[in-house]
Nanobody
């Protein structure tokens, strides 16, 4: 069982930055691929970024070059550094984990956090 707790959300002006953190419980964090998803009001949840056990990362086109996903296995934490934020980045951001990278990318990961709100004002 893995428990995920996100933090770091908030209100920021367009062009600003935020860093989200996701702390995971358990001793096998390094065995999991970790991902970030987001859900804007009235929209479906969408994949944002994923990082493999070996720290390979993938992003959706809308955030590539602005967002960076990273992990610290010693701290059981995955991060999402978000720069040059845009109003369209406003959403609840969720952290997810799964031993299967394909399952994580398709949004069917086994473990999910409760989400953290990110609001970008124009």
């Amino acid at each position: 069982q893995v428990q995920l707790v996100e933090s770091g959300g908030g209100l920021v002006q367009a062009g600003g930055s935020l860093r989200l953190s996701c702390a995971a419980s358990g001793r096998t964090f390094s065995s999991y691929a970790m991902g970030w998803f987001r859900q804007a009001p009235g929209k479906e949840r969408e994949f944002v970024a994923v990082i493999s056990r070996f720290s390979d990362s993938t992003y959706i086109a809308a955030v590539k070059g602005r967002f960076t996903i990273s992990r610290d296995n010693a701290k059981n934490t995955v991060y999402l550094q978000m720069n040059r934020l845009k109003p369209e980045d406003t959403a609840v951001y969720y952290c997810a984990a799964d031993t299967s990278m394909p399952a994580l990318v398709t949004g069917t990961g086994d473990y999910w956090g409760q989400g953290t709100q990110v609001t970008v004002s124009s």
